[in-house]
């Protein structure tokens, strides 16, 4: 069995191809991925059908257009930019963009490493559109570990200028005073100690899976992708369905990929707003979903709509943010992968 698998994994490897046609072409998939990731009625997150302290989907749909424009306008210098310089012009267009709030910091930090590597790619090689799995991921890794402390400085800036939620003692940890970003001194520290953004996120994965994702090379997203992501798209074509079809179920599969990634680790943002204790649980609600088959039979539904009506009755402290940026990540990779129409 586990031979197997690993073959299975080795073959997903050897044939799958990322497709970098333009610069434009990934920048537009990042767009693409966010608003089908909103759109969609999954459970605590804002979407057309559930708003939270006054922030509308249209909202989200505003901020995140507001990302497209600047980057289209920026391509020339997107494959030289550095990585804390990118994070923080985007976050810097978030929080001019009405309602001037934190909607996407988590989404920019997990997907920022992605489409800078897209970019940095397709510069070395112009006329080239498709690049090997790993290829990209290697690029991945390169691009986080080639940054410097003004990109540790930046990035930390950003995050604070953004305000999210339980940055201060999150999920009721302790943050080092040396790594406090909130410490006035702490840029004047990163220079002196050479603070790298690995060693900055080091200390928060404990409580983070973004950070977690920085320091190990995505192995998240690139499981997701080979073993469920993949499952399901290959099933798909398999049973005689074209793309279109497959895009037409989309909903279905992003809530179903959602309560089962909810289900599998603690939400982040849940965490840090609250405690791990309150994230177990909710993840503990989600596991009963699961059980249940899901979306897939009534028992699971029902509990579901139960689910969704007790996190959305939260007022926000129960929103499973972090979930929701996984679930842009993967499907910006999905669109990269040519798993779904343009």
């Known amino acids: 069995m586990r031979f197997q698998r690993f073959l299975s994994n080795r073959l997903f490897i050897l044939s799958q191809n990322f497709n970098f046609e333009s610069f434009q072409s ?15 009625n ?10 939270t302290n006054k922030i ?7 901020v995140n257009n507001a990302i497209n424009e600047y980057l289209l306008s920026h391509m020339s210098s997107l494959s030289s930019i550095y990585l804390g310089k990118f994070i923080w012009e985007i976050v810097n267009v978030m929080m001019k963009t009405p309602p001037h709030q934190n909607l996407l910091l988590g989404n920019i930090l997990l997907i920022s490493p992605l489409i800078l590597s897209a970019f940095r790619l397709k510069h070395k090689s112009p006329t080239k559109t498709k690049f090997k799995f790993n290829c990209f991921w290697n690029e991945v890794k390169e691009t ?21 939620g339980g940055l201060i003692n999150p999920g009721g940890n302790d943050v080092p005073e040396k790594f406090n970003i909130l410490n006035p001194e702490f840029p004047s520290y990163v220079n002196k100690n050479k603070i790298h953004l690995i060693d900055l996120f080091q200390k928060s994965m404990n409580y983070d899976l973004i950070s977690r994702e920085w320091v190990f090379g995505y192995q998240i997203c690139q499981f997701w992708l080979k073993n469920y992501f993949y499952s399901i798209y290959n099933d798909s074509l398999k049973k005689g369905r074209s793309k279109n079809e497959i895009n037409l179920n989309t909903s279905f599969i992003i809530q179903q990929l959602f309560i089962k990634f909810l289900a599998t680790y603690p939400d982040s ?4 707003k609250n405690s791990l204790i309150i994230a177990n649980n909710v993840q503990k609600r989600a ?3 699961i059980h249940e088959g899901g979306l897939l039979l009534d028992s699971g539904k029902v509990l579901y709509q139960n689910f969704s009506q007790w996190l959305n009755s939260s007022n926000g402290k129960l929103n ?20 779904f129409p343009s």
């Open 26 to 40: 990934v920048i537009l998939s990042w767009k693409y991925a966010n608003k089908l990731e909103f759109s969609t």
């Open 320 to 339: 499973p943010g972090t979930t929701a940026d996984f679930i842009a990540a993967l499907l910006f990779l999905a669109y990269l992968l040519d798993w």
């Open 56 to 62: 509308t989907f249209q909202d989200y749909v505003n």
């Open 144 to 164: 986080i570990l080639k940054t410097t402390e003004q990109d540790t400085i930046l990035v930390a800036d950003a995050i604070k200028r953004a305000s999210p």
């Open 42 to 51: 999954k459970p605590g997150n804002i979407s057309p059908w559930h708003s």
């Open 287 to 289: 596991q009963k979903i």
């Open 269 to 272: 943002l849940i965490l840090r």
